[in-house]
Nanobody
């Protein structure tokens, strides 16, 4: 399974970005995979920001993301998105897309629970 993120960049506080993650692979059925967005700031552990259940529907957000970020997926395009609004300097990090087959979003909330990872995309928010 290959995951390729895009959409990162530099914005001012209060701005918005939309991250995309395109998934592919031999015999890969995107609908079977729970998709997550993680982030890692310098000197900090990688943390889950949001996740969406295999097939769609159920979502999970970390407290800091609730009300500002939205995760959604397009199963026809094998792509998951993270719409980030009202960005804050504290959101500055490398953002990673991750995949785990048949994972339950409310249970699989750590990086060790995911099997496949993208290369990451940098998000920088200036004050």
């Amino acid at each position: 399974v290959q995951l390729v993120e895009s959409g990162g960049g530099s914005v001012q506080a209060g701005g918005s970005l939309r991250l995309s993650c395109a998934a592919s692979g031999r015999d890969f059925n995107f609908r079977e995979y729970t998709m997550g967005w993680f982030r890692q700031a310098p000197g900090k552990e990688r943390e889950l920001v949001a996740a969406i259940r295999y097939g769609g529907g159920s979502t999970f957000y970390t407290e800091s993301a609730k009300g500002r970020f939205t995760i959604f997926r397009d199963n026809a395009k094998n792509t998951v998105y993270l719409q980030m609004n009202s960005l804050e300097p504290e959101d500055t990090a490398v953002y990673y897309c991750a995949a785990k087959r048949w994972a339950i979003v409310s249970v699989t909330t750590t990086s060790t629970g995911y099997d496949y990872w993208g290369q990451g995309t940098q998000v920088t928010v200036s004050s």
